[in-house]
């Protein structure tokens, strides 16, 4: 019998890499690592990252599961997962788009806050321009996006101390207004 050996993560994104004919140094940017610690892995000089963000940083660009590297061990807190989060993931595959795809069409600077949205690290942003360019890369319907949009301004003034049903009057005036303007200044 044939005994199996288990690839080694640092082979994994070699091949990764390779495959998608991607820079290391775009590779670098989109994990929040310098371009000489990729070099660094890929030539197997520093072990790969046990830090389970990078980790996870990885296992977006690259699209599988962080558990896929043995290096990966699962954090003890809770993750949450976000609706809106599955839905632009949904909406990247219903697109045909890989996940380096997706972030190429982002600016160099932008790309780690989006790779960090996708594993669920920080929420969707709650300026709608920013949303905006997220939706139209996936495009997005204009209402959908304006009720995640919402919905995650709604998580921002509850996490801020606000209690949205006792001031639903005001929530629903400030979200009509917000929405009759977006609609009426679609670009």
Not at 31 to 57: A, C, H, M
Not at 77 to 98: A, G, H, M, Q, R
Request: charged residues 30%; neutral net charge; aromatic residues 8%.
């Amino acid at each position: 019998m044939k005994q199996i050996i288990p690839e080694k993560g640092s082979e994994k994104v070699s091949k990764f890499l390779k495959k998608n004919s991607l820079h290391k140094r775009d590779f670098a940017e989109m994990i929040g690592v310098t371009l000489s610690y990729v070099y660094n892995l890929i030539d197997e000089t520093v072990p790969f990252s046990t830090r389970g963000t990078t980790i996870e940083r990885i296992a977006t660009v690259m699209d599988v599961n962080p558990e896929e590297f043995s290096e990966y061990r699962i954090p003890q807190e809770p993750i949450l997962i976000d609706e809106s989060v599955e839905t632009l993931k949904s909406y990247i595959k219903d697109n045909n788009l890989s996940v380096v795809a997706f972030l190429k069409a982002f600016p160099r600077k932008k790309r780690i806050d989006i790779v960090d949205i996708l594993r669920g690290a920080i929420p969707l942003p709650i300026d709608f321009k920013e949303l905006k360019l997220i939706g139209k890369t996936l495009n997005i319907p204009d209402e959908e996006l304006y009720t995640m949009w919402e919905i995650r301004l709604k998580q921002v003034l509850e996490t801020s101390g606000m209690n949205i049903y006792s001031n639903s009057g005001l929530v629903n005036s400030m979200f009509e207004c917000a929405h009759k303007y977006i609609s009426e200044h679609k670009n």
